[in-house]
């Protein structure tokens, strides 16, 4: 059986919800979990925490990107953390390389195109992006794949932004997807990932 982590991030920037948080807690079956919280000082920890515990063969990141009209299917993390927007803890990112030592980027190893095409053949709106921008997103995406390459080579993993909440989006004048076809939409990917991994089994 094919073991997958899936995480979200809590709130932040002033909302109350996070809508890669409810699509994480939404979905059921025999998927291991996690919310991340927004704080340099603590996500990338704790994703490695969650990983080394659940050992899974895919591991799928979640995250809020305002404005987006449909999901967005990330390529490469980039090794940069941008100096401008504040975590959880009012801690700006600090404009440096997340790891000096490490390469420039990483491309994600889920299938980008398959995931993008899967998910339009559902009826829901997907694009792949070049990148998941310079904040807490792309320092977990970067740590994600560093962690990957490092201690679980036979794994696979990425980034997936998704929109708004249309509760959040209401106040902003802004795009946004319903939570269950954000859940759907995760379904998608999940089972495009799945099958991605059991092709490189055989």
């Known amino acids: 059986m094919t073991r997958v ?5 809590e709130p932040f920037g002033g909302s109350s919800v996070n809508p890669s948080q409810q699509l994480v807690e ?3 079956g ?3 979990k996690a919310v991340l919280p927004v704080a340099y000082a603590h996500t990338a920890d704790e994703l490695r925490r969650v ?5 899974p063969d895919v591991v799928i990141c979640f995250g ?3 404005g987006s009209t449909g999901i967005a299917i990330e390529r490469f993390a980039h090794n940069l953390d941008e100096a401008t927007m504040i975590d959880n803890n009012a801690v700006a990112g600090s404009g440096v390389a997340i790891d000096e030592v490490g390469p420039v980027a990483y491309p994600s190893t889920l299938p980008v195109d398959a995931i993008v ?3 339009r053949a559902a009826g829901i709106p997907a694009a792949p992006s070049r990148d998941a921008g310079g904040f807490l997103c792309n320092h977990v ?8 390459e490092e201690e679980r080579p036979q794994a696979i993993g990425g980034f997936v932004h998704v929109p708004l909440l249309p509760e959040q989006a209401l106040e902003l004048d802004s795009a946004s997807m319903p939570l269950a076809t954000l859940v759907r939409a995760a379904r998608v990917v999940i ?3 799945e099958r991605s991994v059991g092709v490189r089994k055989r």
Not at 51 to 55: A, I, K, N
């Open 5 to 9: 982590l899936v995480t979200g991030f």
């Open 26 to 28: 939404a979905l059921d």
């Open 30 to 32: 025999d998927l291991a």
């Open 51 to 55: 990983v080394r515990e659940t050992e």
């Open 64 to 66: 809020q990107a305002d």
């Open 117 to 119: 095409a899967a998910l």
């Open 141 to 148: 995406f970067y740590v994600l794949m560093q962690l990957l």
């Open 191 to 193: 089972a495009s990932a």
